[in-house]
Every structure is written in C-alpha cells, then in structure tokens.
C-alpha cells in the first residue's frame, strides 16, 4: 500500500523568513506532484517532478525530488502572505497514470 | 476549453437519498478518477477508470458507483447517502499524451455535499 506523509501538517510563518514542507512517500513512484488548495476551491497544481535529483521553482516556491530517499520538498523562500494555503503532495505508481495518493496536506499561514 | 466540470457545486441529502455527481471532461483524457476531502485527512480515492467501460475501486469505495460509458464523463452516484458521506467530492483527469510531456492531473471545482 503506497503511504505519503507530509510534515509538518501546520505551519505557521512570518513573512520574509524561509521554510521547507517534506513530503516521503513509502514506494517507489514514477513521479511527484505538488499542489495548493486555497479554503474552498479546488487544487492548483504547482509542479510536477518527473524524475531523481529534479528541482523546479516558481516564484518563491522551490520544489525537489530524491527517488532514493523516497523524499520531495517544497522550499519556500521569503515567505509572504499570499503564500497562505494548503499544500499537499501527491504520487502516482510507475504503472498508472490513474490515481494519485495524497498527503495529508501542510496548511501554511503567512504573517505579517 | 472548460477541463474538467463538475455539477452541482453544492448539494443537501437527506439519509437514504440518492443522487449523482457529475464530471465531464473535453480534453480526451483517458483516466478519470473521484477523491474525496475530508478535514486533516487529505484525499481519498474513490473509484477511477482508465478508459471507456474500465473502472476499479480506490480505497473509499464503499456505498459509490461509478461507471465511464463515454470518455467524457465519469458519474458518480451515492446509492443511499449516509451523513458519513458529507464531503467534498473532487473528479480528476490526466491523459497518456499529457503525461508524456510531463503534465499532471486536472481538478474540477468539486462538489460540496451534506448529508442529514
């Protein structure tokens, strides 16, 4: 059974500071995907990473993936308030393009 | 181009009703799949399809149906909806070219459902 935990589940930030969200999925996974959900709407999609010792970034927002470690994360630089959301990973198997399992999700709150 | 539509954005059952999401697709998508939200839990698959007349069950499969006659759409249906069941459900689609070149998944707008 593929497992994914996100950590930490609540983060709380001020602005200008920095931050990493991690994610580790329990199976070997063809690929990883970042989203936000803003309260109420739908998921957003960020990034997907499609292989070992990839890194994408947008914005502030920099996400990477080690298959080895079966570990992705989401770094955030120089937080700001719009930053404030819930991001979640997700993975999906080598052999589907099907489905996806989620983390639990980190809510981010951005202060001022 | 539209993605992925989901009708009703909102919906109150009573206990023992029965109903049907829908989710319609118009990117030629071949997978499709329903998640559900719940609070601190992330989401959960339902049920999903690969294609036009193949679906399978997902890990919440219990009291939905779910059957793909189109490639478009993808209905999901509460048999006799229970308060456990108050959610909001997402539909989903990614395709094989789509992955190939390295996109993701396509999220609907959901459906926010209560059960009393």
């Known amino acids: 059974e593929l497992k994914v935990e996100q950590n930490p589940l609540f983060l709380s930030m001020q602005e200008g500071k920095n931050y990493t969200i991690y994610c580790n999925y329990s199976t070997t996974s063809d690929r990883l995907y970042w989203y936000r959900q803003d309260p109420g709407k739908s998921l957003e999609s960020l990034f997907v990473?499609?292989?070992?010792?990839a890194v994408k970034q947008e914005g502030r927002l920099m996400a990477s993936l080690d298959t080895k470690a079966r570990l992705s994360t989401l770094h955030i630089t120089a937080a700001v308030h719009d930053l404030s959301a819930t991001y979640f990973c997700?993975?999906?198997?080598?052999?589907?393009?099907?489905?996806?399992?989620f983390g639990e999700g980190t809510q981010l709150t951005v202060n001022p | 181009n539209a993605g992925v539509t989901q009708t009703p954005k909102f919906q109150v059952l009573k206990t023992g009703q029965s109903m049907t999401l829908q989710c319609a697709q118009d990117m030629n998508h071949e997978y499709m799949s329903w998640y559900r939200q719940d609070p601190g839990m992330g989401l959960r698959l339902i049920h999903y399809?690969?294609?036009?007349?193949?679906?399978d069950q997902g890990e919440v499969p219990n009291g939905y149906n779910v059957s793909r006659s189109t490639t478009e759409d993808f209905p999901l249906r509460l048999l006799s909806a229970a308060p456990s069941q108050t959610s909001v459900y997402f539909c989903a689609s990614s395709g094989i070219r789509d992955r190939a070149l390295g996109y993701g998944y396509t999220f609907g707008s959901g459906t926010r459902l209560t059960v009393v």
């Open positions: 997700a993975v999906d198997l080598k052999t589907s393009g099907s489905r996806l399992t």
């Open positions: 990473l499609l292989s070992n010792g």
């Open positions: 399809s690969v294609g036009a007349g193949i679906t």
